[in-house]
């Protein structure tokens, strides 16, 4: 019975996990796993255990302080300069970096379906999408868009976990690429942008705020750091099984692999002509997952940094998310990339990442805010090695913004 209690309990977690293994990670490991096979799992792992020391640190802060990310550094931060200039960085990273993004998320969540007719120049889907988004965010309802994430991240664990062992995969080859980390020749890049798609700064603030609007109180922080703990490792074996099953179907075949709707020709000896749908609706729930929780965590993390008091049905907390989900459909149905809005998420993004760990450990070792549960010394020195690696992410987001790699 306990376990059934904490099993329906799970919850913000798998809000993170929706919101990380939107369709850019499940292109990803798609490509990491075709090639370079099963070598790059340990990168994977690592991520996950990076995105559970930052996402363990911000459940806790919602559930012992009450507050958001966003409330928090406005407490701990008095120097307006200062201030003012975090506000900037959080802005423009979260909010304008998320609206860029979003075309992606709901183009990928319509990749595999290729419905279209002549007198509509764009999948109709599109629209589909954003109005589903639209209507779960307008609800002002936390739960019902809770239970939805987490119905979506099922979805996408049946799909991906299934597809990946119907294809018998070698377990010790995946158990050595787990456990013995191994750079082959180019694979650098890969290893980035794996944990890149992983470790996100807007999580940060999406998982503090919907934490406190679920749990307060000493008695529910093992609650939320088991919904932390199945949440994020649920989400890593999901994109290890996409990982897996591109390794196992790609496995000596010379072939350039661009997107994870490749995935579905070769899966067809398996599956048949159900292969392209068993694919498409794993990519339909990658994006629709992250187009909600994109334009939710942008609400969140500006309406905190801003002061703002209104809560899910506020008006102005309405206006952000809807900006960013609008956005996101008009470059949609244009098939217009904004590559120069995009390039400055990036940028801002890779400043952001980093910046924001550092004030979640400087915020969590503060005994005003976070009473006896604070930092331990242990958390300290592994976040601290996590925002080392958030730094070498981030000067490689602003390298790649720059043009320079």
């Not at 934490?211 to 088991?226: D, E, P």
Request: proline share 3%; aromatic share 10%; hydrophobic share 55%.
């Amino acid at each position: 019975m306990k376990l059934i209690k904490k099993i329906r309990n799970i919850g913000p977690g798998a809000m993170v996990a929706a919101a990380f293994i939107g369709p850019g990670t499940v292109t990803t490991a798609t490509i990491a796993g075709s090639s370079f096979g099963y070598t790059l799992l340990w990168a994977v792992a690592f991520s996950i255990l990076a995105t559970f020391i930052l996402q363990e640190m911000a459940a806790r802060l919602g559930v012992m302080s009450g507050k958001g990310l966003g409330e928090a550094i406005r407490a701990k931060i008095s120097h307006r300069g200062l201030f003012l200039g975090v506000s900037v960085l959080v802005i423009g990273a979260v909010l304008i970096g998320n609206a860029a993004y979003e075309a992606g998320n709901i183009t990928g969540a319509v990749l595999g379906f290729g419905l279209s007719w002549s007198w509509i120049p764009f999948n109709p889907l599109i629209v589909v999408i954003g109005i589903v988004a639209f209507l779960l965010l307008w609800s002002g309802k936390y739960r019902l868009i809770e239970r939805s994430l987490v119905v979506l991240v099922s979805i996408m664990g049946v799909v991906f976990f299934v597809a990946a062992l119907s294809l018998k995969p070698d377990f010790g080859q995946i158990l050595r690429g787990l456990f013995v980390p191994n750079l082959p020749q180019g694979s650098l890049v890969m290893v980035v942008s794996l944990i890149g798609t992983t470790v996100v700064p807007y999580n940060l603030f999406l998982h503090a705020s919907s934490v406190k609007n679920r749990w307060k109180g000493t008695n529910q922080l093992s609650t939320a750091r088991t919904d932390t703990f199945v949440s994020v490792i649920g989400g890593g074996i999901i994109t290890m099984a996409i990982l897996i099953t591109s390794a196992v179907a790609f496995e000596g075949l010379q072939k350039e692999v661009n997107s994870a709707s490749d995935l579905a020709l070769q899966l067809e000896p398996l599956l048949g002509s159900w292969s392209t749908y068993f694919i498409a609706f794993g990519f339909l729930a990658a994006g629709l997952s992250s187009s909600i929780t994109a334009p939710l965590a942008a609400a969140y993390a500006t309406s905190e940094i801003l002061g703002w008091k209104e809560g899910l049905k506020g008006r102005r907390f309405r206006w952000v998310w809807i900006a960013v989900l609008t956005t996101g459909v008009v470059f949609s149905c244009l098939g217009f990339k904004p590559t120069l809005v995009i390039l400055f998420a990036q940028f801002a993004n890779g400043l952001l990442l980093p910046i924001m760990a550092g004030f979640l450990l400087w915020i969590m070792n503060d005994h005003r805010i976070m009473g006896d549960h604070y930092n331990n010394t242990w958390t300290n020195v592994l976040g601290i090695l996590v925002i080392l690696i958030t730094v070498v992410l981030g000067i490689k987001s602003i390298l790649s913004a720059t043009n320079l790699v």
